[in-house]
């Protein structure tokens, strides 16, 4: 079945700092790639995503970028903010086939960011 | 903006008892989805429903129901809660299988 595979956590970094948080993933078809972030005592936010193969999802200063080759997915930013502490989830979709496109996460990366 | 709205942040209940968790969204959704997070674990599904009256075993269904009367509406039932059902448990909606939108998520604890 389909699964994603996060860096091991927690991530502490001083601010300013470059952040990479490594995912690969597996599945059949051709998944839709997502990364969410979950601020404390929130629900999950999309904070971006890639639908095909060398698509690259930005916002806030974040990147990713959908290797096939490598199966990957990895979240980079140039210059962490105190206030990009939070968990943030790699997942997948496969829009195809009899899944209804359900979401499958990988376990979380807790980011925390000091001044 | 797409709102999903569970009905409560907290809940404390006792063991045994059956616990129903709410979720709606307005915007006319055709997918709906519960989850559970738990530390080190991530998201994991327990059900999820892609019609009125559909719902479909996730990777975790032991121990839970769902209901879908309506569309906008889809509820998570643990029959007789047990303390490892302590959990945070997430709603969430999806057009197709791009369009996301979570709830707040609902705090559950089984003393």
């Known amino acids: 079945g389909d699964s994603v595979t996060q860096m091991e956590g927690p991530v502490t970094l001083s601010e300013e700092a470059f952040l990479t948080i490594n995912c690969t993933y597996t599945?059949?078809?051709?998944?839709?790639l997502f990364w969410y972030v979950q601020y404390p005592g929130e629900g999950l936010q999309l904070l971006l995503k890639a639908t095909k193969a060398d698509d690259k999802g930005s916002n806030k200063g974040f990147e990713a970028t959908y290797r096939k080759e490598t199966t990957s997915f990895h979240l980079e930013k140039g210059s962490v903010q105190v206030s990009d502490s939070a968990v943030y989830f790699c997942?997948?979709?496969?829009?195809?086939?009899?899944?209804?496109?359900?979401?499958?996460f990988g376990q979380g990366t807790i980011l925390t960011v000091h001044p | 903006d797409v709102k999903v709205t569970q009905s409560s942040r907290y809940l404390v209940k006792r063991t045994g008892e059956k616990v129903f968790l709410e979720c709606v969204q307005d915007?006319?959704?055709?997918?709906m989805f519960w989850y559970r997070q738990d530390p080190g674990l991530g998201l994991r599904l327990i059900y999820f429903s892609y019609d009125v009256k559909m719902k479909e075993k996730g990777d975790i269904p032991e121990g839970y129901s769902v209901s879908r009367e309506k569309k906008e509406r889809f509820s998570l039932i643990l029959e007789s809660a047990s303390t490892n059902q302590t959990s945070m448990y997430l709603c969430?909606?999806?057009?197709?299988?791009?369009?996301?939108?979570f709830g707040s998520g609902t705090r559950l604890t089984v003393v």
């Open positions: 969430a909606s999806s057009f197709g299988g791009i369009g996301y939108t």
């Open positions: 915007m006319d959704h055709e997918n």
């Open positions: 997942a997948l979709s496969d829009p195809g086939g009899t899944s209804y496109g359900k979401l499958t």
């Open positions: 599945a059949t078809g051709y998944p839709s």
